[in-house]
Each structure stands twice: as C-alpha cells, then as structure tokens.
C-alpha cells in the first residue's frame, strides 16, 4: 500500500503528455505481476487528466481505463473503478461495473464497484436496482441523486409564488451585531406594504413570518441579511439515538417538499451541513440514508444542490433549516467586481440603514475600494453625488465600473486615485459639503498598514472638516481611536462579526 502511494505521488507530478506517452506503454508492456505494483500509475493517470486540458488525449485515456476493467488483475480492475469517476463516467464504463457487481467474487470489489457507481451511475444503475431484491452495495439515493443532478442539476427560482405560507417561520441570518439593523429593515418594509412581519430577534438570526404569497424575489429585496432559512422545525436531544430518525422526518417532511416543488427548476437535492467544524460524514450518511426512506423524491447531494439543509445543533435541541443557495445573489447584480478585501455586501447594507438618510446627500468612501457602501447607500435613495477615493487606481476603475453597472439614476458619482487626505483637491469634497461619510477602511489585518492609528487620526480630522452640520461619519474602527475634535460626538457603537473577527462599527454625528 505504502508502494502504491510513493509510486502515485511521483508519477503525479508528471505532466498529461509524459504520463500517457511514457508511463502508460511501460505499464502496458509489464507483466501481470509487475502491473500489480504499478497500480499507483492508474490512480496518477486519473488525478492528473480529471482536469487537463489535452481533450483528445483524454478521450484515448478513457478508452484505456475502460480496458482496465477487464483486466485479469482485481487489483488493477479496482484502481480503473477508483480513477474512472474522475474522467466522468459513460455508459458503457456503468454497464461494465454493473457487470464486475454480478460476476465478482471479491467483496472488496464489489465494494469498489458499487462506491464508482454512486458517482457515475445512470439509467442502467437505476434498472439493476429496480429488478434487484438483495442488498445491492451502493447506496439507492446516492445513485438517484446522481441520475437526478445529470438530468436536471437545478437551480432555485426567484419569482415562482408560495401560496401556502400560513405558519412558516423564516431565519434570516446575518453577521453577528447587526441583527437590530435587520431587523429595523424588516420592519420599515413592512410599513411601507412588503409582506414580511417581524416575529422575533435570536441570536444571530431574525425571525419573519409571511403576510401573503410570497416570491423569494420579494424576500431578496431586503438587503441586510446574508442567507435565508425557512424552518423545518426542530429535533429535541440531538445527541440521542431518536435524533437521526426525527432529523430524516424533517427532512423528508411535507413542508420540505412544498418549499421545494415551488422553488426549484429541476431536481431537489441538498446538501446536509451541521453548524460547528466536527466531521459528521457517517452521522450524514446515516440521516441521508432515513431521510430518503421518509421521501425519496428529496435527495441528499452534496454536489452542485440547489438547497442547504442546515442543522444548528444546541445541547437541548436541534433546529433544521431549508436554505435556498441563491446564486448569483440578485442583490448583487450591479458588482461585476470586487477588490480583495471587498466590504461583506451585508455589512455594507447595513451600515448604509444605519447612517440613515437626509436631503440631497452628497456621499464620500474615502477608502472606496470596489465601491460597495457607495452603492448601497444610494440604493436607498435621495441621494445626490457619489464620492470615492482609494489609493488604488485598479479599484477606483472597479467603483466606476459597479457604479454604472447599478444603473442608479439622478445620482452623480465622481472616483479619484488619491489617498483621502488630499481631499482639498477634489471639488465635490469641498468644506461643509459632504452629508455622510461611509467606509470600511483598511483594518491592517490583511494588508499591512504602516501608521493604522496616525490613518484613524487622520481620518477623524478630515471627518470634521468636510462633514456638513448634522453629517455623519460611520465606518469599522478597529484601534481605539476617538475624534479630537469634540464637534464630532459618537451616536453608535457596535461590535460587529467581520468574518472571523470583531471589529467596532462606529457613528459620528458633527455637531
Ligand atoms: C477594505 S478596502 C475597501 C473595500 C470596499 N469597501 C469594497 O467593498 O470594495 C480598503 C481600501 O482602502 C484603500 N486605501 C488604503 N489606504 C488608503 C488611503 N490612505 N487613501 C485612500 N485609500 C486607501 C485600499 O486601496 C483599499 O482598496
């Protein structure tokens, strides 16, 4: 074994063309026995043309695998099994495995067979496993998860009607420390004729119920919450031996279906994710396994599915989540690029809700980066002009780019290449004129910043200056910075989840 895994890893590093036109002969041309030790070559020749770019060679290797699994050899017919699903599968490769299950004596192949049939099986797997009585050794919702993501791998529908919504409870999440602000964006569209009513703030989600039939569009106009989840109910004792059958019911439930018959262009896949990093694959397979028995049109995938079943394990009980994976987000239309340490698109909404909003404002990111609090904020409306300023004419360009991308009329945008204390050399950025500033500067966490302190310094002076009375300053301050000058005064301050680490969202009214 510890042969075969030193051979694969030297013959891994060789390129396509070294391995099919030197390796290859010499295995071929070896005799029984030496082909035995020479298996890792089969595995090599797997990893390396799953993803060349040599199609025409490739082509000749997949007729060589399938060659493979005729060979007198069970050791080399597994290798070929193990290597085959990295080179897509046909039919004729499924027919033949189908075959090594019926024909072969070893256990061990037949295992080998039955896992490459999960991943590669078709119509041919689906009618064995129909005219099969025994056990057969793959798993039947692996293999109808397989045929279902070829034939229709689907995707979720944005604008397909929910008319039964009565006592659905729906998770928004968002980052840690801006549940309040959600939650005031729900509550302000409800005012003004949407159709979700708040419920209830927990923990890092807000919790929203349906006020009439409802299209996931609708519910993607709300702009300060990450990912959606509509709740599928919950599992008391999770650690118990009852949870994994009470987990499958939920998943296989009617709700699940309905929510998935509306929302979803093709077959309904899921992934299954348990929050907190413990590897849970058997307790997966394990629950995937009853789900299907429980509804077998619901199939367990994690590959390219529509949907995320998510399971928030707490000590008393586990909740259960149906989450659309809406992608791309259509929130996002207007971002056709991003700078690298792009501002979460959440967190941006949400600092845009938070400054609130005066006449005619006149908008400066003096970090602007790829532009996102820019836009955001002038997705709200009544806005006047747009200001950006980065350091980085490559992000600048990126701005002007999403900026005209979001089509945001009446609104005026002007982006300079400049550092933000130079502020006296743009015309829109002249004393008293600007209404709000808006920003997540650079934090020194990714990208080094020599004198972070002196930037904040800098930037508090440049606030005061510039800022109209009543203008507001809100930006990440991640060191303990505070203005000087007392006309700005703090109005809010919170820790906010930026992605692994908390930071300080702050705002400064200039009085
Ligand atoms: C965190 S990124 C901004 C991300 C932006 N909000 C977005 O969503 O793409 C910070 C930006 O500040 C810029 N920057 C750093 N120092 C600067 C300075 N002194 N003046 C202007 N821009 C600066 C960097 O080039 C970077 O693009």
């Given at each position: 074994m510890k042969a075969d895994n030193d051979l694969y890893r030297k013959l891994r590093a060789?390129?396509?063309?070294?391995?099919?036109?030197?390796?290859?002969?010499?295995?071929?041309?070896?005799?029984?026995?030496?082909?035995?030790?020479?298996?890792?070559?089969?595995?090599?020749?797997?990893?390396?043309?799953?993803?060349?770019?040599?199609?025409?060679?490739?082509?000749?290797?997949?007729?060589?695998?399938k060659g493979l699994l005729n060979d007198p050899s069970e050791k080399v017919r597994r290798y070929a099994m193990a290597a085959i699903p990295k080179l897509g599968g046909d039919v004729e490769s499924e027919k033949k495995i189908l075959s090594i299950i019926q024909t072969s004596q070893v256990d061990r192949?037949?295992?080998?067979?039955?896992?490459?049939?999960?991943?590669?099986?078709?119509?041919?797997?689906?009618?064995?496993?129909?005219?099969?009585?025994?056990?057969?050794?793959?798993?039947?919702?692996?293999?109808?998860?397989?045929?279902?993501?070829?034939?229709?791998?689907?995707?979720?529908?944005?604008?397909?009607?929910?008319?039964?919504?009565?006592?659905?409870?729906?998770?928004?999440?968002?980052?840690?420390?801006?549940?309040?602000?959600?939650?005031?964006?729900?509550?302000?569209?409800?005012?003004?004729?949407?159709?979700?009513?708040?419920?209830?703030?927990?923990?890092?989600?807000v919790v929203v119920a349906a006020k009439a039939p409802f299209t996931l569009a609708e519910l993607y106009q709300l702009r300060c919450f990450d990912t959606v989840g509509f709740g599928l109910g919950r599992v008391r004792d999770p650690q118990s031996s009852d949870a994994i059958a009470g987990l499958a019911q939920l998943i296989g439930s009617e709700l699940t279906e309905r929510l998935m018959?509306?929302?979803?262009?093709?077959?309904?896949?899921?992934?299954?994710?348990?929050?907190?990093?413990?590897?849970?694959?058997?307790?997966?397979?394990?629950?995937?396994?009853?789900?299907?028995?429980?509804?077998?049109?619901?199939?367990?995938?994690?590959?390219?599915?529509?949907?995320?079943?998510?399971?928030?394990?707490?000590?008393?009980?586990?909740?259960?989540?149906l989450r659309p994976k809406v992608s791309p987000d259509p929130r996002l239309a207007y971002r056709l690029n991003a700078v690298s340490a792009a501002s979460h698109p959440p967190i941006a909404a949400c600092m845009a809700r938070l400054a609130g909003r005066q006449d005619n404002e006149v908008i400066w990111d003096p970090f602007c980066g790829s532009g996102l609090e820019l836009i955001e904020s002038a997705i709200l409306g009544d806005v006047k002009q747009l200001v950006g300023t980065d350091l980085s004419e490559s992000a600048v360009a990126m701005t002007k780019a999403n900026f005209a991308a979001a089509k945001l009329a009446g609104v005026k945008g002007a982006f300079y290449t400049s550092d933000f204390r130079n502020f006296n050399a743009i015309p829109e950025l002249a004393r008293g004129k600007v209404s709000l500033i808006i920003s997540n500067p650079p934090l020194g966490r990714r990208v080094r910043v020599p004198n972070l302190h002196g930037l904040f310094e800098d930037l508090f002076k440049v606030a005061s200056e510039v800022l109209r009375p009543g203008g507001r300053l809100i930006f990440v301050n991640p060191v303990r910075v505070e203005p000087q000058d007392k006309s700005l005064r703090r109005t809010y301050r919170q820790e906010v989840d930026l992605g692994g680490y908390d930071c300080k969202m702050e705002m400064y009214v200039k009085i």
């Open positions: 060789l390129s396509a063309t070294q391995l099919w036109q030197e390796e290859v002969p010499k295995f071929n041309r070896a005799s029984d026995v030496d082909r035995q030790r020479q298996v890792g070559l089969i595995r090599a020749v797997g990893v390396v043309f799953s993803t060349t770019q040599h199609l025409a060679l490739k082509a000749e290797v997949v007729v060589w695998m192949e037949k295992r080998k067979a039955g896992a490459a049939l999960e991943k590669i099986a078709g119509e041919e797997t689906l009618k064995a496993v129909a005219g099969k009585k025994d056990a057969l050794p793959f798993s039947e919702h692996k293999v109808r998860a397989n045929v279902a993501r070829r034939d229709g791998p689907g995707k979720i529908r944005m604008d397909s009607i929910l008319d039964r919504y009565d006592t659905l409870r729906i998770s928004l999440r968002c980052r840690r420390g801006l549940e309040a602000t959600l939650a005031e964006e729900v509550k302000d569209a409800e005012a003004k004729g949407g159709k979700f009513r708040l419920l209830e703030v927990r923990g890092s989600h018959s509306h929302y979803t262009d093709g077959s309904w896949r899921y992934r299954l994710a348990f929050s907190g990093s413990k590897n849970r694959d058997e307790e997966v397979q394990e629950i995937a396994k009853a789900a299907f028995k429980v509804n077998a049109k619901i199939l367990n995938d994690p590959i390219e599915a529509p949907w995320s079943i998510d399971v928030f394990v707490a000590p008393t009980a586990a909740i259960v989540e």
